[in-house]
């Protein structure tokens, strides 16, 4: 069973930094890709960035340039290094991985973590 497990949420003031940090588990041999996504109340969720394996990665406009995502060398975790950051980055960061692969065979799902809150607020 696969466990997706988020942690670096917090307050923090505008213009600083934050690192999230998702990890997942479970006899994973390898995966595809792991993005972070967020969701405010009454609005969808929203990819926020992704990495998929090979080292390629994609962001949001509202983030370029200001957040980056990274894996921890080779295990199944990536972190999210976000600076410069703003009151409308104030959401609800869920980890999702998908793509993957066992010792005996592959899921195509998608696994979710549940979710770590950011606040950023003077």
């Known amino acids: 069973q696969v466990r997706v497990v988020e942690s670096g949420g917090g307050l923090v003031q505008p213009g600083g930094s934050l690192k999230l940090s998702c990890t997942a588990s479970g006899s994973i041999d390898r995966f595809n890709g792991m993005g972070w996504y967020r969701q405010g109340p009454g609005t969808q969720r929203e990819l926020v960035a992704h990495?998929?394996?090979?080292?390629?990665?994609i962001y949001s406009d509202s983030v370029k340039g200001r957040f980056t995502i990274s894996r921890d060398g080779d295990k199944n975790t990536v972190v999210l290094q976000m600076n410069s950051l703003k009151p409308e980055d104030t959401d609800v960061y869920f980890c999702a991985v998908n793509g993957i692969w066992f010792a005996d065979s592959f899921s195509n799902a998608q696994y979710w973590g549940q979710g770590t809150p950011v606040t950023v607020s003077s």
């Open positions: 990495y998929s394996r090979g080292g390629s990665t």
